[in-house]
């Protein structure tokens, strides 16, 4: 079956533009979390959504960054006012999901990435 | 904060070697630990993961790793690598189940020479 997908696979743009990522999830998979990955680091979280609903934006480093998922399925990461700073690998994983608490573990499947350059 | 630490930026070994690549965790529960590779423009594949019971845990393309709660480590191992084994490695954990964010450590860069 079809893996996360990620578009655009690259995007370039210039400082203080406006940028949005889209991440396709498994059909299914109801969590779904956004990841960046900057140059010689390990990824680090951004976003989670359980559904609809943003679970958790502890990860989000500012409030230039926004991410939706209106219908529970294909999800938005939004950056306005792009910094070279923010050029990185953005990635995007999803899994089925579920309840806290639970005593299950699902695993994250993760797309290819969109790489960001911020000129 | 629960933490992984991968003390090795980049190690190089000779094909049909042997490999280890060393994670370190701080965390005060019981550890949920993860071993993932990033090829070249691929996504992070799972490798392995403990969560309890047997400390050596084996997973796919003939890698192990073995929980060891005194040393706080938690490293990966393969007896013989192989060139399609040249890739990032990244050690991951969460801390419970429902939010599984992951916290990553920094990747261990792994080379193979022939």
């Known amino acids: 079956g079809a893996g996360v997908s990620q578009t655009p696979s690259n995007k370039v743009t210039e400082k203080g533009k406006y940028v949005e990522l889209r991440c396709d999830p498994i059909?299914?998979?109801?969590?779904l979390y956004w990841y960046r990955q900057s140059l010689g680091q390990g990824p680090e979280f951004l976003i989670y959504?359980?559904?609809?609903?943003?679970?958790?934006d502890s990860g989000l480093p500012n409030d230039r960054f926004f991410a939706v998922r209106p219908e529970g399925s294909v999800s938005t990461l939004k950056i306005q006012r792009t910094e070279r700073g923010d050029s990185a690998v953005y990635l995007c994983?999803?899994?089925?999901?579920?309840?806290?608490?639970?005593?299950?573990?699902?695993?994250?499947?993760f797309g290819p990435g969109t790489r960001l350059t911020v000129l | 904060a629960q933490s992984v630490t991968q003390p090795d930026i980049h190690i190089t070994v000779s094909e049909g070697a042997s490999l280890e690549l060393r994670c370190n965790y701080s965390?005060?529960?019981?550890?949920?630990l993860f071993w993932y590779v990033q090829s070249p423009g691929q996504g992070l594949q799972l490798l392995l993961k403990?969560?309890?019971?047997?400390?050596l845990v084996q997973g796919i393309k003939g890698f192990e790793a073995e929980f060891k709660r005194s040393q706080s480590s938690f490293n990966l191992r393969k007896p013989s690598v192989h060139w399609s084994d040249a890739a990032e490695y990244f050690c991951?954990?969460?801390?419970?189940?429902?939010?599984?964010?992951?916290?990553f450590g920094t990747g261990t860069r792994l080379t193979i020479i022939p």
């Open positions: 403990y969560f309890s019971g047997d400390t």
């Open positions: 959504f359980q559904g609809t609903g943003a679970a958790d």
């Open positions: 059909s299914g998979h109801t969590a």
């Open positions: 994983a999803s899994s089925l999901g579920g309840l806290a608490g639970r005593s299950t573990y699902n695993e994250q499947f």
């Open positions: 991951a954990s969460i801390s419970n189940f429902g939010n599984e964010k992951l916290t």
């Open positions: 965390y005060g529960a019981t550890p949920y």
